[in-house]
């Protein structure tokens, strides 16, 4: 039986896999899915007192929107990376997390892991609805972009989940990795421009005499090219640059791919494993 013929017949079951996965992530909490409203306009306000009253960091002006507001720009780029940290931090777990169903039930285990990040997904976009609400009522007219921002959930969601059938199953083979997603997410969080307006990093840096051109290297990160295309659509209102659609375009199908064969080659033993 060939994998696609596996996947034929299984959407119900993703469904409730879903399904599960959001029934279980409120559970037993006493306001359930409100926790998805209160979070983005939690983080919205504590950045809005941090950085507006405390440190009063000046922002950058959108162009053409004429958008100046630290934190605006700031959660513009902050509630990608959060999706994307989710899903790696979530996926990791999401074979080991359901052992006895892997062990006693065959079906495609990658759809434990679609299910982990569709469940994300649901929650990624509530909260740029309530980010988008935010930014209308800052005069940021945003809904116009709203198809663009879909095309480009679509694409981080095919990137999280290539990466994400990467590090499932290895982490099945080898408990460290959970641990080192720890310390990658932190070195990507300051990889990128969330922060800080891309503008900051130097074009070129002189490193032991040798003249690097230092911003070309840093724009080799996929996560830049995520943040400046969300933060073009939300805080510009402007279409992407198409350089930078294409190529995070390209790592999303590429880690799709690189991703499906991976797990591919590590699915043999899960059910020993796990």
Not at 112 to 127: H, K, Q, R
Not at 165 to 194: E, M
């Amino acid at each position: 039986m060939t994998r696609l013929a596996e996947y034929r017949g299984t959407h119900e079951l993703l469904i409730n896999l879903v399904l599960r996965e959001l029934r279980g992530r409120f559970k037993r909490s006493l306001l359930g899915w409100s926790w998805s409203l209160i979070n983005p306009l939690a983080t919205i306000l504590i950045f809005w007192v941090v950085f507006s009253s405390f440190l009063k960091v000046q922002p950058p002006t959108g162009d053409p929107s004429g958008l100046k507001s630290f934190v605006l720009f700031l959660v513009c780029g902050l509630l990608p990376y959060r999706f994307l940290a989710d899903s790696m931090g979530s996926s990791v777990e999401s074979l080991i997390a359901n052992a006895n169903l892997v062990k006693k039930v065959y079906f495609p285990r990658e759809l434990l892991v679609v299910a982990t990040i569709g469940s994300l997904v649901v929650t990624f976009l509530i909260e740029l609805g309530v980010f988008c609400i935010v930014l209308v009522a800052f005069g940021n007219m945003v809904l116009p972009w709203i198809p663009m921002l879909l095309v480009l959930v679509v694409i981080e969601t095919c990137l999280a989940l290539g990466i994400a059938l990467v590090l499932a199953p290895l982490n099945v083979y080898l408990r460290d990795v959970k641990h080192f997603i720890g310390i990658a997410l932190q070195l990507l969080f300051y990889s990128a421009p969330i922060v800080y307006p891309i503008t900051l990093v130097p074009k070129h840096a002189d490193i032991l005499g040798v003249d690097i051109a230092l911003r070309d290297v840093y724009e080799l990160n996929p996560l830049v090219a995520m943040i400046d295309c969300f933060r073009a659509v939300l805080y510009d209102l402007k279409f992407p640059e198409t350089g930078d659609l294409l190529y995070l375009t390209g790592w999303a199908v590429g880690l799709i791919i690189f991703g499906h064969w991976v797990f591919g080659r590590l699915d043999r033993r899960l059910a020993e494993e796990v």
